[in-house]
């Protein structure tokens, strides 16, 4: 445990339980939220990092980030649908994608990777998101709540912490790429799927609006082309962020259409474009632990990922055997999968149950990624005074600029192996603080 972590809990520990309790660990139950957050469901202390640590991290993501999107020139040639079926990706959306894969054009570096860090403090990859429509922007926003809490700025103002409002950077982001100064943005959704998501991303569309800019909602059915500029309904907009898939596209060609002769004639911008989707796919990360990759990747390279990624492998009936071998070390994930669906943790099923997931999943679609156990992070219940270790998933946003600070979400030690707000409504969120390297309270 480091020393901030460590004098966070003793004080929250000496506080005693219950509401009268106060200090430390009652700050974020005493935090005044903004409207973005009231409806989150928190941990009770945020987390900490030195800065340099995480920053490097985030730098080693973006290095990473790199690497994965050179792999279609450097492994095939520059041809997308070998690269795509490499994957295990879907045969018919092959060519879609190769039909919008902008030539010379380095893809959008943008979006959230997941990691856990390890007993030794050391971050390791599970997942990198790599898309507009990530979400999760307004948790920055919770450090200036504690913030104004008087028990909590004296800990914070003692250990010098910092932190990165998400909003600030997305929003500069999406600045940067519009055609206008003053850029509408339209959240776009896939068709039929507003109504389901127009509440969980009031806090986005909340964030963003605060940073100044015009936001507002739409699906792809609700996108047309007229005069080479671009609409959501009957308002002409610079930059689609984009919240639906590939796959969602399919019977929307129009849409799609009129997205691509808006960004050739400079009159607005999809956020990411469709070809992130070849770099989000867990495949991807596969790729990196394939042998072909040594022959192509600089010493740098191979030292960047072997530093953050865990072995992953796309899954083939030849490694079946191998992984039942290695059960305790190995969890299996849906190359496409999200929000933990379709994901068996070796450790956690008896090998019988193991060796049929492997079975079925031999065909394609899916990679094991070797074991990362991760850090417990130990917090004080402001109700009981109770002590009890929680695992966190580091949440680490990268934009053009670098690092675009963080969401953490976590759940009790004791609980299942996949840490995710849908497959548990015991899941709960915060963030972390860092402190500068070699400051002394």
């Known amino acids: 445990m480091d020393e901030v972590t460590a004098r966070y809990v003793e004080l929250c520990r000496a506080d005693g339980s219950g509401p009268a309790g106060g200090g430390l660990s009652a700050a974020v139950a005493e935090a005044e939220l903004p409207a973005c957050l009231r409806d989150a469901r928190l941990l009770a202390r945020p987390l900490f990092a030195d800065e340099p640590g995480l920053r490097s991290a985030a730098d080693d993501l973006l290095a990473l980030f790199d690497v994965l999107v050179s792999l279609p020139d450097r492994l095939f040639d520059g041809d997308v649908e070998r690269y795509w079926a490499a994957l295990g990706g879907e045969p018919r959306l092959g060519p879609l994608l190769r039909r919008h894969v902008r030539a010379g054009r380095p893809a959008d570096r ?3 990777a997941d990691l856990y860090r390890d007993e030794h403090g050391r971050f390791a990859l599970l997942e990198f998101n790599i898309a507009g429509g990530v979400g999760g922007f307004e948790l920055g926003e919770l450090p200036r ?7 909590f700025a004296a800990f914070a103002e003692r250990y010098a912490l910092r932190h990165v409002r998400t909003a600030e950077r997305v929003a500069a ?8 100064p003053s850029p509408v943005v339209a959240l776009v959704f896939a068709p039929g799927a507003l109504p389901r998501y127009r509440r969980p991303i009031a806090g986005t569309v909340d964030v963003l609006e605060g940073q100044g800019l015009e936001v507002l909602l739409g699906e792809l059915g609700d996108v047309r ?6 609409f959501v309904g009957t308002a002409r ?5 984009r919240y639906f898939t590939v796959d969602d596209t399919i019977g929307h060609e129009d849409a799609l259409d009129a997205i691509t002769r808006a960004q050739e004639k400079g009159t607005a911008v999809l956020w990411t474009g469709l070809d992130s989707a070849l770099f989000t796919n867990k495949g991807a990360l596969a790729l990196l632990s394939d042998p072909r990759c040594d022959a192509v990747l600089s010493a740098p390279e191979r030292r960047v990922t072997e530093r953050i990624l865990p072995w992953t492998a796309l899954l ?6 191998r992984c039942v071998e290695e059960r ?3 969890i299996l994930k849906p190359c496409r999968g999200f929000a933990g669906s379709g994901v068996v943790a070796g450790w956690a099923c008896p090998e019988r149950e193991w060796r049929d997931a492997l079975r079925s999943a031999a065909d394609g679609g899916f990679v094991v990624q070797r ?3 991760p850090r417990p992070e130990p917090v004080v219940d402001p109700g009981t005074g109770a002590t009890e270790d929680w695992t966190p998933v580091w949440g680490l946003y990268v934009t053009p600029d670098g690092y675009g600070g963080n969401a953490i979400r976590a759940q009790r030690a004791t609980g299942g192996d996949v840490i995710g707000y849908s497959t548990s409504t015991e899941t709960l969120a915060t963030v972390a603080f860092t402190r500068p390297a070699g400051d002394e309270p």
Not at 145 to 151: I, N, Q
Not at 316 to 321: E, H, M, R, S, Y
Request: charged residues 25%; hydrophobic residues 50%.
């Open 110 to 112: 943008f979006g959230r």
């Open 145 to 151: 709540s504690l913030e104004a809490v008087p028990a």
């Open 173 to 180: 982001t999406l600045r940067a790429v519009a055609p206008r």
């Open 225 to 230: 082309g007229e005069a080479g500029k671009l």
């Open 237 to 241: 907009v610079d930059v689609v962020l």
């Open 316 to 321: 083939t009936a030849p490694l079946v055997d």
């Open 328 to 330: 305790e070390r190995m």
């Open 371 to 373: 074991r990362v156990v």
